[in-house]
């Protein structure tokens, strides 16, 4: 089942900051997240353990509320280089194997 | 420098046809995987392997067939039975599977179009 990710899309001018969120309604054992620009492969940012921590990369954190199977990413004076499209990645115990389920995605735009 | 080789990076394909896609990856990572990506529904899993030899259907299994007989090769073959085939695929692979330690590195992708 897919992570539910918020906002779909957000605009920002250079500088601005923003919260994207991931919701899942399954037991999660981590959170990945990644992001990808315009035709091009996603990118690997951060993943988040259970156990609540917060993690941070340059001037984008993020969060891991584990009671509530929800994980916020942070981005922090927002550069144009911020650009792009951002997916969690949800991670849950299958069988002895793990699975990692991907949202659909928020697209940012970061303009001067 | 290491990395993930897809092509071809464009293919066209008439309806009826099987065209196999081709990723390899020089990192030594034991997990790959092939993704579908549409607009707006993110990231769907086709299959993944773990090891040679061996692999597994994802959510979206039906249609496609995929071999691991080389730890750094995993195709994938888009079957004339995919009802939707235009897209763009992404492979992928991980160090392992264990929880936790299956960070992606993902391909530059191929974009298929059915003509």
């Known amino acids: 089942q897919q992570p539910v990710q918020s906002p779909q899309a957000v605009i920002l001018r250079e500088g601005e900051d923003a919260v994207i969120n991931c919701s899942s309604s399954?037991?999660?054992?981590?959170v990945h997240w990644y992001r990808q620009k315009h035709g091009e492969a996603p990118v690997f940012l951060m993943i988040l353990l259970k156990g609540g921590e917060q993690k941070g990369h340059d001037k984008i954190s993020a969060s891991f509320n584990e009671k509530k199977q929800q994980s916020s990413l942070y981005l922090t004076a927002s550069q144009l280089s911020y650009s792009g499209t951002y997916f969690c990645?949800?991670?849950?115990?299958?069988?002895?194997?793990?699975?990692?389920?991907f949202g659909t995605g928020t697209r940012l735009q970061v303009t001067l | 420098d290491g990395g993930i080789t897809q092509s071809p990076k464009y293919l066209f394909r008439k309806e009826g046809q099987n065209v196999t896609l081709s990723c390899e990856q020089n990192l030594n990572h034991d997990a790959m995987y092939w993704y579908r990506q549409d607009p707006g529904q993110g990231l769907r899993l086709i299959y993944y392997?773990?090891?040679?030899?061996?692999?597994q259907k994802g959510d979206i299994a039906e249609g496609y067939s995929v071999s691991r007989e080389k730890k750094e090769s995993f195709p994938l073959t888009v079957t004339s039975a995919q009802k939707n085939p235009t897209a763009f695929y992404l492979c992928?692979?991980?160090?392992?599977?264990?929880?936790?330690?299956?960070?992606?590195?993902f391909g530059a992708g191929s974009r298929l179009t059915v003509l």
């Open positions: 992928a692979s991980s160090p392992g599977q264990d929880p936790g330690a299956n960070v992606l590195t």
């Open positions: 990645g949800t991670e849950r115990m299958a069988g002895t194997a793990s699975k990692l389920t």
């Open positions: 392997s773990q090891i040679v030899n061996d692999f």
């Open positions: 399954k037991a999660l054992y981590s």
